[in-house]
């Protein structure tokens, strides 16, 4: 058996004095323990969040919370989280909440809600604006049975307009085709004969044109831009340069 000599009873001391004294992890406090404690109860409470103070982080935060229980078909828990959320000053931030709210109180058949949430969310606003919102809602309110007052609602918009009724005729021929092919394909178990493919493209073309002249015109401003700034700095690049004199 090796015994230790006074040299290694030294080198043991030395590393025993150099090491740093352990620090203990500080207490909780109580106002600590108590905010912790509160959360537990409810931890939905966004004033007892510290980060969330600023009005516009807790909007964005509770409406992602509201939009994840609608996705997840927590209907009820939804609607708690939505009724919630203090009406925005913003007006993107009134119609996000809007186009929310409809979709969400008709997913839990709450229809004169979600009716009352879709005219906030179209009244008074542009036709595309408008018909984002019933693309967005449209199957949820078709599933609170409130789909036809809605879509009344989207024709007085209109007010006669024959381009704003034909995309909102297109969109439901094209959702009735989709529908339909649906149903096809389920039943057979093969794809939707020719003749529906064809249909269903040809309830589409008014939009795909629209938005194809619409990507034309912005490319076109861009090209302008583009060249406009080309021609002054061409025009800062010759004023830049000295005249050359030759000299006979």
């Given at each position: 058996m090796e015994t230790l000599d006074n040299k290694d009873f030294a080198s043991v001391e030395s590393h025993v004095k150099a090491a740093e004294k352990f620090a203990a992890a500080p207490s909780r406090t109580n106002s600590a323990q108590v905010a912790k404690v509160a959360l537990e109860q409810d931890p939905f409470n966004l004033d007892l969040i510290e980060e969330f103070h600023s009005e516009d982080r807790r909007f964005n935060f509770s409406m992602r919370i509201c939009e994840a229980q609608y996705q997840c078909k927590h209907f009820k828990d939804a609607v708690a989280v939505l009724e919630e959320i203090n009406e925005p000053s913003d007006p993107g931030s009134a119609l996000a909440r809007a186009q929310l709210a409809c979709?969400?109180?008709?997913?839990?058949?709450?229809?004169?809600?979600a009716l009352k949430e879709f005219h906030r969310a179209v009244d008074g606003r542009e036709f595309d604006v408008a018909l984002r919102t019933w693309c967005l809602a449209r199957l949820d309110l078709q599933a609170a049975g409130a789909l036809e007052t809605a879509k009344s609602m989207m024709e007085r918009l209109a007010d006669g307009d024959e381009r704003f009724l034909a995309q909102l005729g297109t969109l439901e021929d094209l959702v009735t085709a989709e529908n339909e092919t649906s149903k096809t394909a389920a039943e057979s178990g093969r794809s939707a004969p020719l003749w529906r493919?064809?249909?269903?493209?040809w309830a589409t073309l008014p939009l795909r044109l629209q938005r194809l002249s619409r990507r034309a015109d912005g490319s076109m401003r861009q090209c302008w831009r583009a060249l406009s700034k080309l021609g002054g700095s061409v025009g800062q690049l010759c004023k830049s340069i000295s005249p050359v004199k030759f000299s006979r």
């Amino acid at each position: 058996m090796e015994t230790l000599d006074n040299k290694d009873f030294a080198s043991v001391e030395s590393h025993v004095k150099a090491a740093e004294k352990f620090a203990a992890a500080p207490s909780r406090t109580n106002s600590a323990q108590v905010a912790k404690v509160a959360l537990e109860q409810d931890p939905f409470n966004l004033d007892l969040i510290e980060e969330f103070h600023s009005e516009d982080r807790r909007f964005n935060f509770s409406m992602r919370i509201c939009e994840a229980q609608y996705q997840c078909k927590h209907f009820k828990d939804a609607v708690a989280v939505l009724e919630e959320i203090n009406e925005p000053s913003d007006p993107g931030s009134a119609l996000a909440r809007a186009q929310l709210a409809c979709r969400v109180y008709a997913a839990a058949k709450q229809k004169q809600r979600a009716l009352k949430e879709f005219h906030r969310a179209v009244d008074g606003r542009e036709f595309d604006v408008a018909l984002r919102t019933w693309c967005l809602a449209r199957l949820d309110l078709q599933a609170a049975g409130a789909l036809e007052t809605a879509k009344s609602m989207m024709e007085r918009l209109a007010d006669g307009d024959e381009r704003f009724l034909a995309q909102l005729g297109t969109l439901e021929d094209l959702v009735t085709a989709e529908n339909e092919t649906s149903k096809t394909a389920a039943e057979s178990g093969r794809s939707a004969p020719l003749w529906r493919k064809l249909r269903t493209w040809w309830a589409t073309l008014p939009l795909r044109l629209q938005r194809l002249s619409r990507r034309a015109d912005g490319s076109m401003r861009q090209c302008w831009r583009a060249l406009s700034k080309l021609g002054g700095s061409v025009g800062q690049l010759c004023k830049s340069i000295s005249p050359v004199k030759f000299s006979r």
